[in-house]
């Protein structure tokens, strides 16, 4: 590192050009960013190839359809004359008002599986043109004022299942990514007025937003080196930005604390560059390091929008590393010493609090590591219950024209397992008919119809439409899509959103366990090397599994069982998790909540070097960096907070549960456990064979194995300096 401070310090005007030139491309390409970004998920399962099929001949009859109810006046039935005209009327006036859409209903097929109950009601299911399109509100509306205008004698009701995932999130404004940086950048700020009570409060702000903005960079041209078969999704701009400006702040903030306690220390403004370099710049580097560990284990998993997110998540850390070891630097030492004016806050002593709190910890460690494990246990246990599915239609259906649908939809006999409709393409059409034969003899479902007319003539093959008793995907989906499986002929296809959503759940955690296995065993070989320990880099890795078990726990009872729900966000409860939050939580979590343990141990093991006390080391640690850990988790949490409006219900729980879990994390993990349980282990903290030392390819410090600190074990009782 001091290598790099003295070039950096001897070109200044070269680097700042350069990061200028940066910042300035980036800006111009940044609103460009959107456009590029595809959606979609790519599996190599049976529901994704035969949605590739089914697309081919039939459009968005992979898609949940849209469906109408239509109720038959006071006394009548559906076959009844006057009825029946009405029915084609509305055939019709569907066909004019949306030409591209494909329409299964009573009226084009005589289907009896399209009836109500009592014969006095039918639906009528409509698919979007293309894959990937959904049955928008607007769209639903749109279909629902073209039936009632052609057939104004009959109740219309209209639903989907994106109206009614859109209509549980209608309270919420929409959200952009330049909104919620602002919202972000200003609870960011204030943070930082309070930290360092001088105009460097916006220094870390500005090295934030150079980061974005080349972040921004690196994703558009991201998209242009990224194949086919894994595309970069829109989700990925809202994550990086967000995420990023949390990061790219606490980097920053932690090169500057250091900067100004050396000033402080009467050092001049270079040599006090040179030494935060020395010191913080070294965490940092690491932290980076460990931080892109668990955001590049998530291409291990066989779904090309997590390992999108995962190559582009690379980003958030790398890139925060750099700006705040090249361009900081060159800034601190232009203007550094100006803009810490008026200086309302010391630099360079301890804190008071946490020196107090350090002792309290130290003097009572028993009882704070038990407080601390019974918080994360508790949590981790919420955990267990944890239901990753689709959102059943009953959560989702708050209030509104949408759930009144639903309702009406359920009231007249129809399963709401209609609203995710199966596709099966038949490779002949002539085998339609007798597949639908076979499937309405199968009790998981409601039945089967072989919809006719435009739209639905394939080239010689066939489609019929499954409608299962509960709905695909979701926990109470039961055995529906494996008894269709089961009963379809050789050669058919079953697709459909609810299929695709089932596979994905299953390969995504069915590469979990690898994922876990990467990152715990490759951050314990890091962090042993950087710790120069055995014990420091087993505890954080297990404190770190347990952390993030216990925001899942978190997550659980705020979206699975609605704690909170309608407070924050003015919606109903989920009942469930998103397929992706947890896997994607982990991610990000387990590398950004590590950071917190790299800035705490680096000021722990540095003063134990000078003092020889594991006490004093502790004492030291925490009450130069506990203002700094809490600082710089307030700021992420203002970051993903802001995150967290998005109407994007993954983005959603994804930044709810990483704002949780940063502040869990900080508070109870880094200022609670690692504390009491550093002192519970004594010197065994410091314990490193000779044999792992050159496994782990580690510098000697002067002393031998007989020399090095034992683990206290094997000389005196646990817990005694």
Same mark, same amino acid.
């Given at each position: 590192?001091?290598?790099?401070?003295?070039?950096?310090?001897?070109?200044?005007?070269?680097?700042?050009?350069?990061?200028?030139?940066?910042?300035?491309?980036?800006?111009?390409?940044?609103?460009?960013?959107?456009?590029?970004?595809?959606?979609?998920?790519?599996?190599?399962?049976?529901?994704?190839?035969?949605?590739?099929?089914?697309?081919?001949?039939?459009?968005?009859?992979?898609?949940?359809?849209?469906?109408?109810?239509?109720?038959?006046?006071?006394?009548?039935?559906?076959?009844?004359?006057?009825?029946?005209?009405?029915?084609?009327?509305?055939?019709?006036?569907?066909?004019?008002?949306?030409?591209?859409?494909?329409?299964?209903?009573?009226?084009?097929?005589?289907?009896?599986?399209?009836?109500?109950?009592?014969?006095?009601?039918?639906?009528?299911?409509?698919?979007?043109?293309?894959?990937?399109?959904?049955?928008?509100?607007?769209?639903?509306?749109?279909?629902?004022?073209?039936?009632?205008?052609?057939?104004?004698?009959?109740?219309?009701?209209?639903?989907?299942?994106?109206?009614?995932?859109?209509?549980?999130?209608?309270?919420?404004?929409?959200?952009?990514?330049?909104?919620?940086?602002?919202?972000?950048?200003?609870?960011?700020?204030?943070?930082?007025?309070?930290?360092?009570?001088?105009?460097?409060?916006?220094?870390?702000?500005?090295?934030?937003?150079?980061?974005?903005?080349?972040?921004?960079?690196?994703?558009?041209?991201?998209?242009?080196?990224?194949?086919?078969?894994?595309?970069?999704?829109?989700?990925?701009?809202?994550?990086?930005?967000?995420?990023?400006?949390?990061?790219?702040?606490?980097?920053?903030?932690?090169?500057?604390?250091?900067?100004?306690?050396?000033?402080?220390?009467?050092?001049?403004?270079?040599?006090?560059?040179?030494?935060?370099?020395?010191?913080?710049?070294?965490?940092?580097?690491?932290?980076?390091?460990?931080?892109?560990?668990?955001?590049?284990?998530?291409?291990?998993?066989?779904?090309?929008?997590?390992?999108?997110?995962?190559?582009?998540?690379?980003?958030?850390?790398?890139?925060?590393?750099?700006?705040?070891?090249?361009?900081?630097?060159?800034?601190?030492?232009?203007?550094?010493?100006?803009?810490?004016?008026?200086?309302?806050?010391?630099?360079?002593?301890?804190?008071?609090?946490?020196?107090?709190?350090?002792?309290?910890?130290?003097?009572?460690?028993?009882?704070?590591?038990?407080?601390?494990?019974?918080?994360?246990?508790?949590?981790?246990?919420?955990?267990?219950?944890?239901?990753?599915?689709?959102?059943?239609?009953?959560?989702?259906?708050?209030?509104?024209?949408?759930?009144?649908?639903?309702?009406?939809?359920?009231?007249?006999?129809?399963?709401?397992?209609?609203?995710?409709?199966?596709?099966?393409?038949?490779?002949?059409?002539?085998?339609?008919?007798?597949?639908?034969?076979?499937?309405?003899?199968?009790?998981?479902?409601?039945?089967?119809?072989?919809?006719?007319?435009?739209?639905?003539?394939?080239?010689?093959?066939?489609?019929?439409?499954?409608?299962?008793?509960?709905?695909?995907?979701?926990?109470?989906?039961?055995?529906?899509?494996?008894?269709?499986?089961?009963?379809?002929?050789?050669?058919?296809?079953?697709?459909?959103?609810?299929?695709?959503?089932?596979?994905?759940?299953?390969?995504?955690?069915?590469?979990?366990?690898?994922?876990?296995?990467?990152? #715990? +065993? &490759?951050?314990?070989? *890091? /962090?042993?090397?950087?710790?120069? =320990?055995?014990?420091?880099? %087993?505890?954080?890795? !297990?404190?770190?599994?347990?952390?993030?078990?216990?925001?899942?726990?978190?997550?659980?009872?705020?979206?699975?069982?609605?704690?909170?729900?309608?407070?924050?966000?003015?919606?109903?409860?989920?009942?469930?998790?998103?397929?992706?939050?947890?896997?994607?939580?982990?991610?990000?979590?387990?590398?950004?909540?590590?950071?917190?343990?790299?800035?705490?141990?680096?000021?722990?093991?540095?003063?134990?070097?000078?003092?020889?006390?594991?006490?004093?080391?502790?004492?030291?640690?925490?009450?130069?960096?506990?203002?700094?850990?809490?600082?710089?988790?307030?700021?992420?949490?203002?970051?993903?907070?802001?995150?967290?409006?998005?109407?994007?219900?993954?983005?959603?729980?994804?930044?709810?549960?990483?704002?949780?879990?940063?502040?869990?994390? #900080? +508070? &109870?993990?880094?200022? *609670? /456990?690692?504390?009491?349980?550093? =002192?519970?282990?004594?010197? %065994?903290?410091?314990? !490193?064979?000779?044999?792992?030392?050159?496994?782990?390819?580690?510098?000697?410090?002067?002393?031998?194995?007989?020399?090095?600190?034992?683990?206290?074990?094997?000389?005196?009782?646990?817990?005694?300096?």
């Amino acid at each position: 590192m001091d290598r790099i401070s003295g070039f950096l310090l001897r070109h200044r005007g070269l680097v700042g050009l350069a990061w200028l030139v940066i910042t300035v491309v980036g800006v111009v390409v940044a609103p460009s960013v959107s456009s590029r970004l595809q959606p979609g998920t790519h599996l190599n399962t049976a529901a994704y190839h035969a949605n590739v099929r089914i697309a081919k001949e039939y459009g968005g009859a992979t898609e949940d359809p849209g469906v109408l109810v239509l109720d038959a006046p006071a006394g009548q039935r559906v076959a009844s004359p006057g009825v029946q005209a009405q029915l084609k009327a509305v055939d019709a006036a569907l066909a004019k008002a949306a030409p591209t859409l494909r329409v299964v209903s009573y009226a084009s097929t005589g289907s009896r599986n399209l009836v109500g109950t009592n014969g006095t009601s039918t639906i009528v299911l409509a698919y979007p043109p293309h894959q990937g399109d959904d049955m928008s509100p607007e769209t639903v509306d749109e279909l629902t004022a073209a039936a009632r205008t052609a057939a104004p004698r009959l109740a219309v009701h209209g639903t989907s299942q994106k109206a009614l995932e859109a209509g549980n999130q209608s309270q919420q404004a929409n959200s952009s990514v330049l909104n919620e940086l602002i919202i972000g950048a200003l609870g960011a700020l204030a943070v930082l007025a309070w930290v360092f009570g001088s105009f460097l409060a916006f220094l870390p702000l500005i090295m934030a937003l150079v980061s974005v903005l080349t972040m921004q960079l690196l994703i558009y041209a991201l998209t242009y080196v990224m194949p086919a078969s894994s595309p970069i999704g829109p989700s990925v701009q809202y994550i990086v930005a967000l995420l990023g400006l949390g990061l790219s702040i606490d980097y920053s903030l932690l090169v500057v604390t250091r900067w100004r306690e050396e000033r402080a220390a009467g050092r001049g403004n270079d040599e006090a560059v040179r030494v935060a370099m020395k010191r913080a710049g070294h965490s940092v580097w690491f932290s980076g390091i460990v931080a892109s560990l668990g955001l590049c284990a998530l291409v291990v998993v066989p779904n090309s929008l997590v390992r999108g997110i995962g190559v582009s998540g690379l980003f958030i850390p790398s890139t925060a590393t750099l700006v705040a070891l090249t361009l900081l630097p060159v800034v601190l030492s232009k203007i550094g010493a100006k803009a810490d004016w008026p200086r309302r806050r010391r630099s360079g002593s301890p804190g008071r609090f946490w020196t107090w709190w350090s002792g309290q910890v130290i003097r009572h460690r028993v009882a704070a590591a038990v407080l601390g494990l019974g918080i994360l246990i508790g949590l981790a246990g919420t955990a267990a219950t944890i239901n990753i599915a689709q959102p059943t239609t009953a959560a989702l259906a708050s209030a509104g024209s949408y759930t009144d649908g639903l309702h009406a939809l359920t009231a007249d006999g129809f399963p709401s397992g209609t609203l995710t409709a199966v596709p099966i393409r038949v490779p002949d059409a002539s085998q339609a008919a007798a597949t639908v034969d076979s499937l309405d003899r199968v009790s998981s479902l409601y039945g089967a119809v072989a919809p006719t007319g435009p739209g639905w003539n394939g080239t010689g093959t066939g489609m019929v439409i499954a409608i299962p008793r509960h709905e695909i995907g979701t926990d109470s989906g039961g055995t529906s899509l494996t008894d269709i499986r089961a009963t379809v002929p050789p050669g058919a296809l079953v697709g459909g959103d609810g299929a695709l959503n089932v596979d994905l759940v299953q390969t995504t955690y069915g590469s979990f366990p690898l994922l876990f296995g990467i990152v #715990a +065993v &490759v951050t314990f070989l *890091l /962090l042993a090397r950087g710790m120069r =320990s055995i014990l420091l880099p %087993a505890k954080a890795v !297990l404190l770190n599994m347990l952390s993030v078990a216990a925001s899942y726990g978190l997550l659980v009872l705020v979206f699975q069982h609605g704690l909170g729900m309608h407070a924050l966000w003015g919606t109903n409860s989920y009942g469930a998790i998103d397929r992706l939050a947890p896997v994607l939580i982990f991610g990000f979590l387990f590398g950004v909540s590590m950071d917190y343990e790299v800035f705490i141990l680096a000021r722990v093991r540095e003063g134990y070097d000078r003092a020889r006390s594991t006490h004093q080391g502790i004492v030291e640690g925490v009450s130069r960096t506990g203002r700094l850990v809490t600082s710089a988790a307030l700021i992420l949490f203002f970051a993903l907070a802001a995150l967290s409006t998005a109407n994007d219900i993954t983005v959603r729980q994804i930044a709810a549960g990483l704002a949780a879990g940063v502040v869990l994390d #900080a +508070v &109870v993990v880094r200022m *609670l /456990l690692l504390p009491a349980l550093v =002192s519970l282990f004594g010197t %065994a903290n410091w314990w !490193l064979p000779n044999r792992a030392t050159r496994l782990l390819r580690i510098k000697p410090t002067g002393t031998d194995e007989a020399e090095a600190p034992r683990p206290e074990w094997a000389t005196v009782s646990i817990g005694k300096d």
